[in-house]
């Protein structure tokens, strides 16, 4: 037998499906098949037969286990209470679910009698500063293969629920950080994780659906259009993208035009102003969302996935997810800085995929995904001087003075001036 042991460094919390368990943490049965994918593709034909305890299946012939060591810490960094709340006007409580989250995980959602009976699990965070990992080998050029990879898998490679997001990222303590292996990279400063997460969740939502907050009297404290909106509005054949054509359909005119000006957008960004013949799902490229909440014009939206003519789709057929295509590995640089390199997945797509969309008391209709989209294209875009300029996009207006409002602009001002080398 042949031994390869190394530690592992963690550098943000594993969302854990079992959290209660004594040790939860990063499970082999978890990374095995996934190391054993990454061995056979980055091996290719030099792999040997007796290597594998099962080719059919693909598994590869060693034993791993995984060991934590120190003190679990954020184990309450998210998750699921019974709160009492007062009802407004009597001296009774009512009985709620109070759900801690972290921006960018949003798995905890149930019913309180589920809760209760435990018929649904909370999911909690594991994080161990560092776990001991050891492999043991048959072979010893096999063995040697693995050793010359296995930093590389872990730098690529996240673990758990909400992998795209920078959740479960762990690398080889001490091994060194290949730029190359990530499409762009940047840095964020964050005291904690609740930090972390929040600023990578607004850089992504900027490059996705956009980004409107607002105070308790719903005013504005931040709004920020979509520059995925922005890049097909430029592009080769521009294209009407999906909350413009339900704002059309569902939405009254003289509200839209009121929001226009209350928040003093120019034509250049404001995608209401924007029309064309050429309607498309655009959005959900960057990861497919069922349900959204419109709060301002008071719409539950629902999609689901049917046949051209907004017909029913076979259940074995139907598509009800699809993860974003961009996946965060973030690296923890010392105590408040992390640099998140960008990978990118274009393997699977939902494109010329149609989409019904319904809402209570709207006519429901259906669009088709658009087809011609390059996540590479986009990416290379947004990293280009000539593109834009985040903070022409931005201004600090009457609105933005308030501190969170503040703390958005900064984020997104440092991240995309490091992507644009400004």
Known sequence: MYKLHFILKQHTPLIHFQPEQEGATLRATEVKPKLD?????????????????????????????????GKRKFTDLINVKIAHKKIPGTDRTKESLHSDELDGYFGNMMKIEEFKSFSKIPKKVSYYHELKCSIIFFDLTFKNEVERIHEEFFMVTNFGTRQSKGFGSFTVHNGAINNRLFYKHFTVTANNPIELFSKLNYFYKSIRSGINLKDRDNNDTFYLKSLLFLFYRHSATPVQWEKKTIKEKWVNIQLITKQISDRGLSIEMDQS?????????????????????????????????????????????????????????????????????????????????????????????????????????????????????????????????????????ETLKSIFRQLQNR
């Not at 999609?303 to 907004?310: H, I, R, S």
């Open 37 to 69: 994918r990454f061995i056979i593709e980055k091996i290719g034909n030099q792999i040997k037969t007796e290597w594998f305890n099962d080719a059919e299946h693909g598994s590869l012939n060693y034993k791993l286990r995984i060991e934590k060591t």
């Open 273 to 409: 102003a924007y029309s064309s013949n050429n309607k498309k799902i655009i959005k959900d490229l960057l990861g497919l969302s069922m349900e959204e909440q419109w709060l301002s014009y008071k719409i539950n939206l629902k999609k689901k996935n049917v046949n051209e003519n907004n017909s029913e789709r076979n259940k074995n057929e139907l598509i009800e997810r699809f993860k974003s295509p961009i996946t965060f590995k973030i690296v923890q640089l010392n105590p408040t800085s992390f640099q998140i390199g960008l990978l990118l997945d274009t393997s699977v797509s939902i494109a010329d995929e149609w989409f019904s969309f319904e809402s209570k008391g709207n006519q429901a209709f259906a669009l088709q995904v658009d087809n011609n989209f390059s996540l590479h294209s986009y990416i290379d875009w947004l990293c280009n001087q000539n593109s834009f300029n985040i903070e022409d996009l931005m201004p600090l207006g009457k609105s933005y003075r308030a501190k969170h409002g503040i703390h958005v602009y």
